[in-house]
């Protein structure tokens, strides 16, 4: 893709909660620049995987490299500030607050942390037309005055799509981003995706095939904790332990 570096490897990765092993010494590379899914049936680990990468929990054994640095111990905090960032959970987002208030609140949430587009001199008028941008570029320029309350689902998502991207996040975690939408709105999030990956690096949990076929560069599929399959789309989906999978899930 756009190049060979790997942005981030886990070694060995591991976590058992009383003796449950959730995730089993998973080795994944994801390469700078893709957009890298990770699957699996329902149980397999891959909450507790991000979980581990964003550091709300601990491994029990394992390494986690960013860029080539050991961020195993770091604090949540600080591995943000390296830009890897998780996708805001809607109950991030301020309901009623309209949605271009909520883009600002995001990027006010940023000051002072990675940022690389802020300057401290820079005017409240620069941090507006920054969140204009981000509303059109997510497609909410006609949403920017709606409280977010009144908001459809889809556009919701959208919203905390825009609000994660006002972190400049350079590997960008996404936890099911079309989870619970119709036909129209997983088409619209799809391509949101495709766009905010230009760029970045994107890995997220999908259970949309259809999602993960169309802009996945890989995939990684998680079965009890453990990784049966891991490579470019065409090949994995191929994978006859990847379709039993599926069928038990
Ligand atoms: P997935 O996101 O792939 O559905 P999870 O990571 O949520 O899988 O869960 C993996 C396994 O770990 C499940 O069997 C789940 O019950 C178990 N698990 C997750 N969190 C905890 C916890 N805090 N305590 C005990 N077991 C947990």
Do not use: C
Request: aromatic share 6%; glycine share 8%; no cysteine.
């Amino acid at each position: 893709h756009l190049s060979e570096e790997i942005i981030l490897e886990t070694r060995g990765l591991t976590k058992e909660f009383k003796g449950f092993v959730a995730v089993n010494g998973v080795d994944l590379k994801v390469r700078r620049g893709d957009i890298h899914a990770l699957i699996g049936p329902n149980g397999a680990g891959k909450t507790t995987f991000f979980n581990l990468l964003t550091k709300f929990l601990l491994p029990t054994r394992g390494t986690i490299l960013y860029r080539g640095t050991d961020i195993t111990h770091e604090k949540p905090a600080q591995t943000a500030r390296r830009g890897l960032v998780r996708s805001f959970q809607i109950s991030a987002v301020f309901p009623h607050m309209t949605v271009l208030e909520n883009v600002r609140a995001a990027l006010q949430r940023g000051l002072g942390t990675t940022f690389h587009f802020w300057k401290p001199e820079s005017s409240l008028y620069g941090l507006h037309d920054r969140a204009r941008q981000l509303l059109a570029q997510v497609g909410l320029q006609d949403f920017a005055d709606e409280l977010t309350v009144n908001l459809p689902y889809g556009r919701k998502r959208a919203l905390e799509l825009a609000t994660t991207l006002a972190l400049e996040p350079e590997l960008m975690l996404l936890d099911e981003p079309t989870q619970g939408m119709g036909h129209e709105d997983v088409s619209r999030v799809t391509q949101l995706i495709k766009k905010a990956s230009e760029g970045r690096t994107i890995l997220m949990v999908e259970h949309n095939m259809n999602v993960v076929s169309s802009i996945a560069d890989r995939i990684t599929v998680l079965q009890r904790g453990t990784i049966i399959a891991d490579g470019p789309y065409a090949e994995v989906s191929k994978n006859p332990q990847v379709i039993e999978a599926y069928m038990g899930s």
